[in-house]
């Protein structure tokens, strides 16, 4: 190939969107604020559904489990029956969140005020 045919494709290669690395990740502050005191329903795609309340001491209380949450940079992290906690990065958009992990998006979820299902 030619310099004026390899031109115009490398032109157009470097005007396409790169993919969002990091930078639409949540902070830990806008974890905490979007996510602590409320429900998350969703599902991941490892474990299928699930709904969560994250109270603000830490507890995590689902309809028939607990488990504790932490806030570790700028990731959310989950511990159920003493085992490690996993860590996720958080895409928020409104009351939607995406919980993305080494693999990329792992799980979907919508956020509900407080603790509707008495938890």
């Known amino acids: 190939m030619t310099v004026a045919r390899i031109a115009p494709l490398l032109c157009l290669a470097l005007l396409a969107p790169l993919p969002a690395a990091g930078q639409d990740l949540a902070t830990g ?33 689902g309809p028939d489990y607990r488990g504790e949450w932490t806030i570790q940079g700028n990731r959310m992290c ?11 990065g958080v895409r928020v958009n409104g009351r939607s969140i ?9 799980g979907t979820g919508t956020i509900l005020p407080g603790n509707p299902n008495n938890f």
Request: net charge negative; proline share 4%; aromatic share 14%.
């Open 29 to 61: 502050a806008a974890i905490r604020a979007a996510l602590v005191g409320n429900t998350v329903q969703g599902a991941m795609s490892a474990s299928g559904g699930f709904t969560e309340y994250y109270a603000p001491n830490g507890a995590i209380r």
């Open 78 to 88: 989950f511990g159920y029956d003493g085992n490690p906690a996993s860590c996720w």
């Open 98 to 106: 995406v919980w993305v992990g080494v693999a990329g998006d792992e």
